[in-house]
């Protein structure tokens, strides 16, 4: 009887700690979730773009692909990430849209760390247009829309604004016309402008677009242009990275990694002198380069006539025929 009454003990005290196992366990996961939501304020799209400091360097590398990047973009405004390739331009911006992690430093939202927000959250505040944007399986509603059904008002409204609502109208089934990355209906410029529209669909506070301007053309960036200053009438902060500089004439502040350190012009005088300063260097590479060329051909020139020997020979000829007359 003792060692029944024993065994049922044990039995309890082993369910007890198990229990008190999962209790524990489920304590750390509601303390976590209680410290990853955000209660996103009211007036967020009054808040500016804070990137805090940042810092950031992939797993295999040595050293930072830059260090210290301290800017604050107001709302209405745009920054302009500048600087040729590998120089850490799409990382940054993906950075920025909250894609990545920076190793040092904070990206936020007013008060709000972007890497902390629910996803839910993050759609309806920041979109990103990456380099290579991605065209579903699916209707042009729905790739505007983000692969969901949406507003059909504001979507033809952001496809106007792109210069793309009439292409698009002209399908066979118009918006419900299926396409893909494939599509022969569609160029490439026509497939860019739709996943363009996705990122301005939906009035994001955050707008993100890594090199926008390839395949469009000239109706199309200049239609690109009006929507950036569009978005920015309403108040939204629009961050751009790009090789040419056209797009810095939009910009309120202009980040340039092109250096061995990341640079920040700020303002109107200091964008203009910075482009102006541009323009000079590329006119100077350009003339250096044209003379360089002039040269090489003028010394190949005077090479070929001073060591042909076929010349000399017709030279030699020439004069023995005169001297027998």
């Not at 920040?264 to 003379?291: C, H, M, P, T």
Request: charged share 25%.
């Amino acid at each position: 009887m003792g060692y029944l009454l024993v065994e049922r003990a044990m039995s309890r005290w082993r369910d007890m700690a198990v229990a008190l196992k999962a209790y524990k366990r489920i304590q750390k996961i509601l303390a976590k979730l209680s410290d990853n939501e955000i209660s996103v304020p009211e007036d967020i799209h009054q808040q500016p773009l804070v990137i805090d400091k940042v810092s950031f360097r992939y797993p295999k590398q040595s050293s930072s692909l830059f260090r210290n990047i301290d800017i604050v973009v107001e709302p209405g405004e745009m920054l302009c990430i500048v600087g040729p390739s590998a120089k850490g331009k799409t990382t940054l911006s993906r950075l920025i849209s909250g894609v990545l992690k920076p190793r040092a430093g904070k990206i936020r939202l007013g008060d709000i760390d972007i890497h902390r927000l629910q996803s839910a959250e993050h759609r309806q505040l920041s979109s990103l247009l990456p380099q290579q944007p991605h065209i579903f399986n699916g209707t042009a509603r729905e790739n505007i829309a983000g692969m969901s059904e949406g507003n059909i008002d504001q979507i033809i409204s952001v496809a106007k604004l792109l210069g793309i609502h009439e292409t698009i109208s002209n399908l066979p089934s118009g918006y419900d016309t299926s396409i893909s990355e494939n599509e022969p209906l569609l160029s490439q410029g026509q497939l860019k402008l739709i996943a363009l529209a996705r990122a301005f669909y939906g009035n994001p506070q955050l707008i993100v677009m890594d090199e926008p301007f390839p395949h469009l053309d000239r109706q199309s960036r200049s239609a690109l242009r009006k929507a950036i200053s569009k978005a920015k009438e309403r108040r939204a902060i629009v961050v751009v990275t790009a090789q040419s500089k056209s797009l810095s004439r939009l910009a309120d502040t202009v980040l340039d990694l092109s250096g061995e350190k990341p640079s920040v012009l700020r303002g109107e005088a200091q964008i203009s002198e910075y482009r102006n300063s541009r323009r000079d260097k590329r006119k100077n590479a350009e003339a250096e380069k044209q003379a360089i060329a002039e040269n090489s051909i003028n010394t190949s020139s005077d090479s070929a006539r001073n060591h042909n020997p076929d010349n000399k020979l017709v030279k030699l000829s020439s004069r023995k025929k005169s001297g027998d007359r």
